[in-house]
């Protein structure tokens, strides 16, 4: 696995709140491979749920297509708004899907395109989430698909 970025911007909004709620905003994203990663938070459901929908969204910042698999093992941890995600199509706790099944969910990202992986958390006073995508490099030859990993920057957003 080769070494971490970090993506120095995420925001969250709550469309059906009227708020918006962005983290600390610094610079341009950091991308590997040409490629970058953010989170994407849908409004919350009346009334909330205990669980928040999340989309990890990968990002083409390359002037060519990218080849990414959007079906990933989420590993989580965290509880109460708060939760650390690593997605990954090739590492699963059990039951790994054949590499036809994953086959299926390889996505073409075109330059300046985006492909979501979605997710859920825990609903918490404050949400707060960190994470990654990757893909060993035997695993992305084998698949022809991106290698490598992509980190998000940390989020911090409040929900009403």
């Given at each position: 696995?080769?070494?971490?970025?970090?993506?120095?911007?995420?925001?969250?909004?709550?469309?059906?709140?009227?708020?918006?709620?962005a983290?600390?905003?610094?610079?341009?994203?950091?991308?590997?491979?040409?490629?970058?990663?953010?989170?994407?938070?849908?409004?919350p459901?009346?009334?909330?749920?205990?669980?928040?929908?999340?989309?990890m969204?990968?990002?083409?910042?390359?002037?060519?297509?990218?080849?990414?698999?959007?079906?990933?093992?989420?590993?989580?941890?965290?509880?109460?708004?708060?939760?650390?995600?690593?997605?990954?199509?090739?590492?699963?706790?059990?039951?790994?899907?054949?590499?036809?099944?994953?086959?299926?969910?390889?996505?073409?990202?075109?330059?300046?395109?985006?492909?979501g992986?979605?997710?859920?958390?825990?609903?918490g006073?404050?949400?707060?989430i960190?994470?990654?995508?990757?893909?060993?490099?035997?695993?992305?030859?084998?698949?022809?698909?991106?290698?490598?990993?992509?980190?998000?920057?940390?989020?911090?957003?409040h929900?009403?």
């Open positions: 696995m080769k070494g971490w970025s970090i993506l120095l911007a995420v925001a969250l909004t709550l469309g059906a709140c009227g708020k918006k709620v983290d600390d905003i610094a610079s341009k994203p950091d991308t590997v491979g040409g490629l970058s990663c953010s989170f994407s938070i849908s409004p459901a009346l009334p909330y749920p205990e669980l928040v929908p999340v989309k969204i990968l990002t083409n910042k390359s002037s060519e297509p990218i080849r990414v698999c959007t079906f990933c093992m989420a590993w989580r941890s965290g509880s109460n708004g708060k939760c650390s995600v690593s997605m990954t199509p090739n590492a699963w706790k059990s039951d790994r899907p054949t590499d036809e099944q994953l086959a299926k969910h390889i996505e073409t990202i075109a330059p300046g395109a985006s492909a992986i979605p997710f859920e958390i825990e609903r006073p404050t949400i707060e960190t994470g990654n995508y990757w893909v060993d490099e035997a695993f992305a030859k084998k698949l022809n698909i991106w290698g490598g990993s992509v980190q998000a920057r940390k989020f911090t957003g929900l009403p």
